[in-house]
């Protein structure tokens, strides 16, 4: 089986359309990040508290809406998480919530403000801790044991925590759920001491200013030193202008990728900054091949123009090209449609990366070398700005 | 057949099976069951994946340097009238942003060489300067300050480990967050609920015994009136719970000695107990050295009051019957028995040099976990077959190869795991994910080079060899670009990126020996097969 038979597509000369492509896509993201959306940092770079809660029946976004302003929390974002079915909701507070003197105030408020109707004297077994649940068994001692409680208590309260998370997915609708799961003693007894409210918190996420400002920090960092490294090595095994033209590209892709999170006013999250990361390695991988088979072509084609040997050299790997981008493209997209919802920030982002990181080594690199050897040979200097250096 | 073809097979079995055991260990048994539990027991999951609770502290490291510096304003005023020097003030302008800077006024130029004498003999940590109108300024000497800070950092990881050991939470990870400044990250498996863990852990646990001045006053202001309107310089004004017989919560304050008879570093022991009406309350015991001091303290103050301070409060004052040798007891108005144990438990953990924030705090249920395990292995299975199926309609006979380096290299990429015990994240798995994606390039460089090759006419163990030793080039920049990338995520990542660098990096290295070694070796074994001139099924 094959894709392409000798490929012979002129690409460079469609680079004013690629560049038309390109410029378009980064000043959209440009002007979003600037004037629209702005970069819509997640709460590991902006501070603040992520309260992410389970229901036990399809929640009212009103009555959600109305908990919070009651409790004062005028700010708070909710969103819907995964399938509606699942019942799942985000609640996002803002840095203002969070400060370092008590790091868990929003989210006490949140769940302050969704546990409305709470029996006095009883806990919330949904949001109740093993240890809670245990000691609770120790001291009333439904089972009668006496002496060896220690280990028959630890069995049951194991055996409520498990059903609740592992089975039910977080939230009990009804002390009944738990009947063939626990003893029958223990069960009568649960509801003296414990009350069910209507959700679970599955998730919490709170970090402060400071860490906030640290992270955006990290991840810049992060993101300046692998460019770096690149031009570094590329610089090394190539020539100065192979390792610009590759971290000009690989600029481009990451401007393009920060640019959609913005358009689509998705939260950049540590983990996307990880998938970025990842895709100036990936980028990279591709332009590195093409670079190498224009350096391989060079030394066999000495008579040709730059412009044709480059050319040549893209439809030469244009069937690596397609073919890895296709496979590393179907692993992202699984991963976009199964990972669950914690993953699709990352998916999302090597989603958009891994089709512009393609197009990138093609439409962009590539050009760039040959009009930097336009521009020598305008200039009156040696024409071939080529790797001869023995490797 | 080439000679080596043995070795290499014996090589590559090797490989493999040195990496199964890295997976798996030495399984119980070969059931499904089995198997699962052997690989749980080498391959640990990040919290993120288990559950558990996560959190970055700061340590106030300006606390130990305060404790320091105010010691050594004592010594300075202790030294200066022992030399008879008279001094107008001594004072720390900027204790919050510059605990160590201490700036003595109104010290007469004479003196200058007894200032010099002092700061040498008794202050050496510090550095003397002078400026202007006959004030000096000590600050302490950059190497002793950093020092000092990062002894505060690493004692109170000391101590936070010896309460969060007490509290019997398993394999706790408790160390220097590198990343900034004075940072202590702690991650508590299995921890859901973290409200007591991080009181206790926040808990100074300053213990002092000193000597009632005056008290109790209903306020601040009415102790200020009773002494004239200034303290004694010698003496401090503490909180602490209204007097007997005053109603709960009521707040009091006592004037009590600047000076500690008893420190926490003086306590051997500290244990729950109940007082004569069953109350529940802390009973202490001192060290030798610091029973003896108790001992002469309270011989000399017989019929005098003394109080137990914790982190400043007060929580206990008595009046001395007899001299006291080495133990007390804490009840502090009114304590549950859980705080009674919890109390004594952060007493004989030591206290913390320096107060404690928290600046990030992440706690994932067990739902969550399991979740998250079951969608990404899910992921991890759809784009893997997917792969592969690909790799064989594709590729016929030479995808077969590609498959078994793929395998190959996510037993290997495992092995890794197991052997270095890093952390699976849930971020790590898409690296998994990603290193089977990332991994087949080098599978297709090689194979598209192959067929480039055959098409320009030569023959297969030609071809092969050309493809080869062509791709080869290319395979090596392309990781070791990619490997910088995963490195500096490495070094700058926290938590579950950590782990998604680790199994790309991990998974690159890998995928050098099967994409490139073990393939090659597949081909010579299909090609040593063929008769001359057959065609290669590519």
């Keep these: 089986m094959e894709f392409f038979h000798n490929p012979n597509y002129d690409f460079l000369g469609k680079k004013w359309y690629f560049l038309a492509f390109s410029l378009v896509f980064s000043v959209a993201g440009v002007f979003s990040m600037l004037f629209w959306h702005h970069i819509p940092y997640g709460v590991d770079f902006r501070g603040g508290t992520l309260v992410y809660v389970k229901f036990s029946h399809t929640p009212n976004d009103n009555a959600l809406r109305s908990a919070m302003d009651h409790a004062g929390l005028h700010n708070a974002k909710i969103q819907r998480y995964d399938l509606p079915s699942d019942n799942e909701v985000l609640i996002d507070l803002d840095v203002q919530e969070t400060s370092e003197q008590a790091l868990d105030r929003g989210k006490t408020r949140i769940i302050g403000a969704l546990e409305t109707d709470t029996p006095s004297g009883k806990q919330d077994l949904n949001n109740a801790s093993f240890l809670t649940i245990k000691n609770y068994l120790m001291d009333k001692d439904p089972m009668h044991l006496g002496s060896d409680a220690d280990q028959k208590y630890t069995q049951q309260a194991t055996g409520i925590v498990n059903t609740r998370d592992k089975v039910l997915g977080g939230v009990f609708n009804s002390f009944d759920q738990l009947k063939s799961q626990v003893d029958p003693g223990v069960l009568s007894s649960l509801p003296d001491g414990f009350f069910l409210s209507d959700f679970g918190v599955r998730n919490v996420e709170i970090v402060g200013p400071q860490v906030g400002a640290q992270l955006r920090k990290q991840a810049l960092l992060a993101t300046i030193y692998s460019l770096a490294g690149m031009l570094v090595y590329l610089g090394f095994r190539f020539e100065w202008i192979y390792g610009i033209a590759a971290v000009v590209t690989v600029f481009h892709d990451t401007l393009i990728t920060v640019g959609a999170f913005s358009l689509l006013n998705k939260d950049i999250s540590l983990t996307v900054i990880a998938a970025i990361l990842t895709l100036i390695g990936y980028s990279n991988n591709d332009t590195i091949v093409v670079f190498d088979r224009i350096r391989e072509n060079i030394k066999l084609m000495r008579r040709e123009k730059l412009a044709d040997i480059v050319n040549r050299s893209i439809n030469q790997t244009l069937s690596r090209t397609i073919l890895t981008a296709g496979l590393t493209f179907l692993t992202v997209l699984a991963l976009y449609l199964f990972g669950g919802e914690v993953l699709r920030g990352f998916s999302l982002a090597l989603v958009i990366g891994i089709l512009i990181g393609t197009y990138s080594s093609i439409a962009i690199a590539a050009p760039i070398l040959v009009a930097y050897q336009d521009w020598r040979i305008s200039k009156g200097k040696r024409a071939v700005a080529m790797p001869v250096r023995a490797r | ?538």
């Design chain 2, 1 to 538: 057949m080439n000679k080596d073809f043995g070795w290499k097979v014996a090589l590559i079995v090797g490989t493999l099976l040195v990496f199964l055991y890295g997976i798996f260990g030495i399984p119980q048994s070969l059931s499904g069951g089995g198997l699962l539990a052997a690989i749980t027991n080498r391959i640990h999951l990040g919290l993120d994946l288990k559950g558990g609770t996560h959190l970055i502290l700061q340590v106030q490291v300006n606390d130990a340097v305060n404790v320091d510096s105010d010691n050594a304003v004592e010594i300075l005023k202790e030294q200066l009238n022992k030399r008879k020097i008279a001094f107008a003030d001594i004072s720390k302008p900027d204790p919050a942003n510059a605990p160590d800077r201490i700036v003595i006024k109104g010290v007469s130029p004479e003196a200058r060489k007894d200032l010099l004498d002092i700061a040498s003999e008794r202050l050496a940590e510090y550095d003397l300067s002078s400026g202007a109108d006959n004030s000096w300024t000590l600050t302490m000497k950059p190497q002793m300050l950093a020092d000092l800070k990062n002894k505060a950092v690493t004692q109170a990881i000391e101590t936070i480990r010896n309460r969060i050991d007490a509290l019997g939470v398993s394999e706790p990870t408790i160390q220097e967050h590198g990343l900034g400044q004075y940072q202590i990250l702690v991650q508590l498996p299995g921890v859901d609920d973290p409200g007591r863990v991080k009181d206790i852990m926040q808990s100074t646990a300053m213990l002092e015994i000193k000597q009632v001045l005056g008290g109790p006053y209903p306020s601040e202001e009415a102790a200020l009136q009773d002494k004239g309107g200034v303290l004694p310089p010698d003496a401090i004004l503490l909180p602490g719970h209204g007097a007997p017989g005053a109603a709960p919560g009521e707040q009091a304050w006592y004037l009590l000695s600047r000076v500690s008879a008893v420190r926490g570093k003086d306590l051997r022991d500290a244990q729950p107990s109940t007082d004569q009406n069953g109350q529940p309350n802390v009973r202490f015991e001192l060290t030798g050295e610091g029973g003896q001091r108790f001992f002469d303290f309270t011989s000399n103050h017989v019929g005098d009051s003394l109080a137990v301070v914790l982190d400043n409060k007060v929580q206990e004052v008595a009046n001395i019957k007899e001299a006291i040798r080495d133990s007390g007891e804490i009840s502090g108005g009114s304590m549950s028995e859980q705080q009674a144990k919890d109390l004594s438990m952060i007493l004989r953990s030591g206290a913390l040099p320096a107060g404690i924030k928290y600046l990030e705090e992440r706690t994932v249920g067990p739902s969550l976990g399991s979740d998250s395990i079951r969608h990404g292995v899910t992921a991890a299975i759809i784009g893997m077959l997917a792969v592969l199926m690909f790799m064989l309609i594709y590729y016929r006979a030479a995808g077969i190869n590609a498959d078994v380096a793929l395998l190959l290299n996510l037993i290997i990429l495992l092995g890794f795991m197991g052997y270095f015990e890093a952390v699976l994240t849930l971020p790590g798995i898409a690296g998994v994910i990603l290193t089977v994606g990332m991994g087949v390039d080098s599978n297709v460089l090689i194979f598209e080079r192959i067929r480039e090759e055959l098409r320009n006419g030569k023959t297969p163990p030609s071809a092969v060899d050309q493809g080869f030793s062509h791709a080869w080039i290319t395979i090596v920049d392309t990781h070791v670009t990619t490997i910088v990338s995963a490195a500096i995520l490495f070094i700058f990542g926290t938590g579950p990126v950590k782990g998604f660098a680790v199994t790309l990096t991990f998974g690159l290295l890998a995928n050098l020996f099967t994409a490139v070694f073990v393939s090659r070796v597949i081909f010579d074994w299909v090609l040593s097969r063929k008769q001359r001139g057959e065609a290669l099924s590519i």
